[in-house]
Each structure stands twice: as C-alpha cells, then as structure tokens.
C-alpha cells in the first residue's frame, strides 16, 4: 500500500456524509438531532464525553463531497463550511443512529442557525469521534462542573455509571426550563445554576458554586464551559485545593469573545 493510498483511507474513516432523521426541540433552548447513515457502521461509540464535529454547509449551499471526502474542503476558504464539535448524546450501533445536542444561543453562530433550521431528510458530513474521557475508578468522587454547552456530555455521562459512583454535579443553565430529567444507578447530588436573565457567559454562578462547595479529599473534576469560567475553576482546584492536574479534565468548550 502506497502513503496515498493509506492516506485516503484515514481520511474515508473520518469523514462521514450523514442523513438528518430526527430534529426535536428537547428544551426551549436545545435542539436534538438524530443522524443516521450506512456510515455509522465502523463508529466506535466506546467511553464518555465523545464529540464530533460537523461540517455546516452555509445557508443555501450544497454539501461539496469526493470520494475521498476531502472535497468538503476544496471549496475557497469563503465558501467553505463551518466546523463546530458537539458531544455524542448517544449512539444506537444496531440501527446506526447517532444523536447530538445542540444549544440555540441568542446569537446567530453557525451552529445556532443550523439547528433551528435544519430539517429532516438534509445531509451533513460529521468528522469523528473524538476519544472518550474516562474517569478515574480510584477517585471517590466524581465532580461534573458545566453550562448547557457541556450539559449532553454530563447527561450521557451519568447515564453510564453504576451504582458504584457518587458525582457531585453543577449544571449552569439560563432559566428552570432548561433542565433535563437523567436516569442513572449512580449516587448523584445535582446542582442546578441559573442565570436568570444574565447572557451566557457574562455570568459567574457555575465557579462561585464550584468554588464554595466541598469536593471531598480525592475527587476526579471534570469542566466543560466558556472559556473564562473553566479557567477560574481549573485554577481552583489546582492552586486552592491542591489537586493534581491529572485530576483536573478542564476544556473550554466556547469562547464568548469569538462565539459568534
């Protein structure tokens, strides 16, 4: 087998041209698409907090596609469609569905735009999936801190633990109406945060919250959120109650700066 060869191979197993079956407005502000496609077939779903990203074609444009997938990008750079990563909520290898969840924001980002608009039937290419996180076992706590850019990872999180686990977890979400029902074996404490009124982002309540609260002597911590409070919470955890980096999963899911 030549480079090339080899090359073209990695680039098939990556990119997917998917069809959109299913799009439900789960919460005021979050949309739920489910994909589907023969091209799930060799998706290894394996693990927590798994993203893809997609591929959003720009209003009115067709999805450019090759045989080698490449051509999703061979457009100028103007034409080219938006990226965004969005977590798994779920994968059906049987029937080869795949579900994302997406938050509507104020603004209007690719991603917002896309999922108000989208509909069934239309196609997307999703690249993917990204290796899972895997809690540590030792950890006598599992703490979940995030926003609602974060909630479909925490959700699909808790889903999967067992009877085993305690998880401390502390959701930021614009108002009452965003919350989510989860069913889980686990021991889970839920602390649910709202804004009230104040934009995404502009507010402090996730890390006052995290930062007030007793993680317990040895917990696993993981943030998913804007960039700003992640900061504030991973330096807390390290700097203020000393724990080791490798305890602390700490991921800047959006910028406010740049989220448009």
Known sequence: MTNTQASTRRVRSRYRLLRVDEVERITPRMVRVVLGGDELAD????????????????????????????????????????????TVRWFDAARRRLAIDLVVHDHDGPGSTWARD???????????????????????????????????AMLAMVEELDERARVRVFAEVADA??????????????????RDGAPAGRSSVLADAVRAADLGP????????????????REHCQQELGLDRRRVYALAYWRYATAA
Do not use: N
């Open 118 to 152: 989208v509909e069934s039937g239309s196609q997307v290419v999703a690249v993917g999936p990204s290796p899972s996180y895997r809690p540590d076992p030792a950890a006598d706590r599992l703490v979940l801190a995030g926003d609602e850019t974060a909630l479909p």
């Open 43 to 86: 998706f290894d779903s394996t693990g927590s907090d798994q993203r893809i990203k997609l591929c959003l074609p720009r209003p009115g444009q067709p999805m450019p596609l090759g045989r080698d997938r490449a051509e999703v990008f061979a457009l100028p750079r103007e034409q080219q469609p938006k990226q965004r990563t969005y």
């Open 218 to 233: 040895r917990p696993d911590v993981w943030v998913g959120a804007e960039a700003e409070a992640v900061h504030v919470i």
């Open 177 to 194: 109406a965003e919350r989510q029902e989860v069913r889980t074996g686990a021991d889970v404490e839920w602390t649910w945060l709202h």
